[in-house]
């Protein structure tokens, strides 16, 4: 049975940082790419980073330079640091996992940045 769990969300100060992780569990077939989205308040849900098995990242503009994607293939966990939060960072995060043909998504966590 598959599983995607997220941790890590919370209500945090403008500027302030939080970390989230993504442990992933049944999958049948090697993962190959894991990742956030974000989805805010009358938004789109939308990437934010992804990370693929050699290392390779990719980041949404508008957090380069203050997030950070990583990933522990043997734990097949993915981490999202998250540093200079700002307001509109608020939203629901979503881990994915893209494993063989299919890509399994997490319940999603909270981010709030609120003063």
């Known amino acids: 049975q598959v599983h995607v769990v997220e941790s890590g969300g919370g209500l945090v100060q403008p500027g302030g940082s939080l970390r989230l992780s993504c442990a992933a569990s049944?999958?049948?077939?090697?993962?190959?790419?894991m990742g956030w989205y974000r989805q805010g308040s009358g938004n789109q849900r939308e990437p934010v980073a992804t990370?693929?098995?050699?290392?390779?990242?990719n980041y949404a503009d508008s957090v380069k330079g203050r997030f950070t994607i990583s990933r522990d293939n043997a734990k097949n966990t993915v981490y999202l640091q998250m540093d200079s939060l700002k307001p509109e960072d608020t939203a629901v995060y979503y881990c994915?996992?893209?494993?063989?043909?299919?890509?399994?998504w997490g319940q999603g966590t909270q981010v709030t940045v609120s003063s």
């Open positions: 994915s996992v893209k494993s063989g043909f299919s890509v399994y």
């Open positions: 049944g999958m049948q077939y090697s993962i190959t790419r």
């Open positions: 990370i693929i098995s050699s290392g390779s990242t």
